[in-house]
């Protein structure tokens, strides 16, 4: 059974940093595709960034040069670092994983085949 599990998620001050984590069971991450979204309330799903499992990474130009992902392939971990954080960045962030996906459909979240519940991220101005 697959199961993705994000933590590291909680309350920060505007301009401060989290590490978020997306641990896998079940399936090994290293040989899949691995986005992050995050979801506020009343708003859509919002693409963050992808890791694809040939290693180059990609991030929204809204968090570019803030926001960072690695991978853990000895942890089947992948971490999404977030620096200088702005409380309109308050929102559920997901993990997600797909065996393989390219150009513009990585940026979908339908596209996606598991996902994690997701962990709250809340910036106080």
């Known amino acids: 059974q697959v199961q993705l599990v994000e933590s590291g998620g909680g309350l920060v001050q505007t301009g401060g940093s989290l590490r978020l984590s997306c641990a896998a069971s079940?399936?090994?991450?290293?040989?899949?595709?691995v986005g992050w979204f995050r979801q506020a309330p009343g708003k859509e799903r919002e693409f963050v960034g992808i890791?694809?499992?040939?290693?180059?990474?990609y991030c929204a130009d809204s968090v570019k040069g803030r926001f960072t992902i690695s991978r853990d392939i000895a942890g089947n971990t992948v971490y999404l670092q977030m620096n200088s954080l702005k409380p309109e960045e308050t929102a559920v962030y997901h993990c997600?994983?797909?065996?393989?996906?390219?150009?513009?459909?990585?940026?979908?979240?339908?596209?996606?085949?598991?996902w994690g519940q997701g962990t709250q991220v809340t910036v106080s101005s």
């Open positions: 997600a994983v797909v065996r393989s996906i390219s150009g513009s459909r990585a940026y979908r979240a339908e596209a996606y085949t598991y």
């Open positions: 079940g399936l090994t991450l290293s040989t899949y595709d």
């Open positions: 890791s694809w499992n040939g290693g180059s990474t």
